[in-house]
């Protein structure tokens, strides 16, 4: 009898646990962090692995009304059968972009780094039958990407008009109790980072991956743990021109590209609201995939080990990977965040490797959030952190290359010429700092930040043996806001970017970022 209410019980906390919070809404993403650290949602999920599923104690409409309970914000459905069967229909949203000189800005999904303005166009549906969901959000995207100011190290014109459209937040999955298995386009988010990071973000369109995850802290006898497993396929649009070449056209193997990757989050048992983890990819062609031998080597090269002989052997079979390994520490009664993430792109042959060069291919990102409440439930969210990403000084007798870049796969770790993580720039360093001022879903901020353009960069694209005399560095000041208007929430930002030496040539340039989004309730 034990045994068979544990199965229902199991089953039916998988049934209530389906939805997910869609990574490319960034302000809501970051609400969910704010919630946690205010003691509305449980501090024991590490967010480090989003989207963010719903579970049986928050569903969709109970955090709109966690967020503000006089704003009477619902999802438009109808339920059967104690919520067992279930029809949404998700908010539509418009998304504006506009750059006055040149490229600039990240974490905008399938929105391409242009001049100019472009348009994003999302809506959807949800429904679950039992254990089974279903969201169809397709994203449409228009680009007038007109010409910009170029310079012999950075930029291309096409000159011509882009439209795309994408799957965009869409999935497929069975979910029995804290675990989900299906097909997703979704954006993926891993690692403690606020506004980057290293290995998956929303810099770039979801890509079409089948994904093994838990929906909730698996609690065990030593510690809580969270994961996601994903295998996935990555192509790029050679017309267009590429984050990770300094925004010039490439001509890469004409070859899809297979991705492996994984994220695991683990909670010690004695150790409460500290979250410890790590994460993998390993990417290829396609063609060079079929080469391979055994169904772990061929279709989860993360469960191996990397070997030093193939790792230094360029005859072998081509492929890039990456890892990363990260902590996050919540501190409820102060109502702050402290994380870290290292990675390398490049595996270590050996311990004496490590010792000797621990820099060598490496990026790291640090940060801390701290939330002060005030009268009228209205808060202070005060954020900052530090992302390093260019190479160190010993690149110049070992290049590493970027980040993002390894000599395997040429597009390196991208996905329709955007980087799958940091979207700053290649190579780049940024230093942010950001403070808000939130009532329920209304928020008036300021956000600086300073962007060091791939400043250990060899000069040229073709990565001659001599360093860049000139720098070029970003220094960005943004506004923020949010609004909410009955059933339509307004947010948006404007950044007045001053690039000395834009494009790594003497001369200063001058550029006015805005983004601004609708999205509605029906």
Known sequence: ?????????????????????????????????????????????????????????????????????????????????????????????????????HPYGWNDAGMIMAKGIQTMVSAGVYAKIGPLSIRLQPEYYYAANPNYATTAEYGSNSGKALSKAYLGQSSVRLNLGPVSVGVSSENLWWGPGQFSSLMMSNNAPGFKHITFNSTRPLKTLIGSFEWQLIAGKLDEDTSAAFENFY????????????????????QPSFMPHFFVGLTRTEHLYQTD????????????PVF?????????????????????????????????????????????????????NPSHSAAYILGAKKIIVQKNNQLIDIAAEITQMAQSASSVLRNSGNWYEHGGVTQGLSYQNQNLGAGSGFGNNVQTLQVKKIHGFNMIGVKMQRIQQDPKGFKGPSNLLAMRPIQWNDIALGFLGQHRFNKLLINGEMQLVHSKNYGWEQGNAFNVFVQCKASYFF
């Open 289 to 300: 995939q079929k080469l391979k031998t055994g169904f772990i080597n061929k279709y989860l």
């Open 247 to 266: 925004m010039k056209p490439l001509l890469p193997k004409n070859d899809s590209r297979y991705i492996n990757g994984i994220v695991l989050t683990y």
């Open 304 to 356: 191996e080990a990397s070997s030093p002989v193939a790792n230094a052997n360029s005859s072998s079979i081509p492929s890039d990977g990456a890892f990363s390994f990260f902590t996050r520490w919540i501190l409820p009664k102060h109502q702050a965040e402290f994380y870290a993430e290292f990675g390398y792109n490049d595996f270590k042959q050996n311990l004496r490797d490590i010792a000797v």
């Open 1 to 101: 009898m034990k045994y068979s209410s544990f199965i229902f019980s199991f089953f039916l906390s998988g049934i209530l646990s389906a939805q997910t919070i869609p990574v490319v809404q960034q302000s809501n993403d970051e609400l969910l962090r704010t919630l946690q650290l205010t003691g509305k949602i449980d501090a024991a999920q590490s967010l480090t692995s989003r989207p963010f599923f719903y579970n049986k104690s928050v569903s969709a409409d109970d955090l709109l009304n966690l967020i503000d309970s006089s704003a009477s914000l619902k999802l438009l459905g109808k339920s059967y059968l104690n919520n067992q069967i279930q029809f949404n229909i998700l908010p539509a949203s418009i998304t504006t972009k506009f750059n006055s000189h």
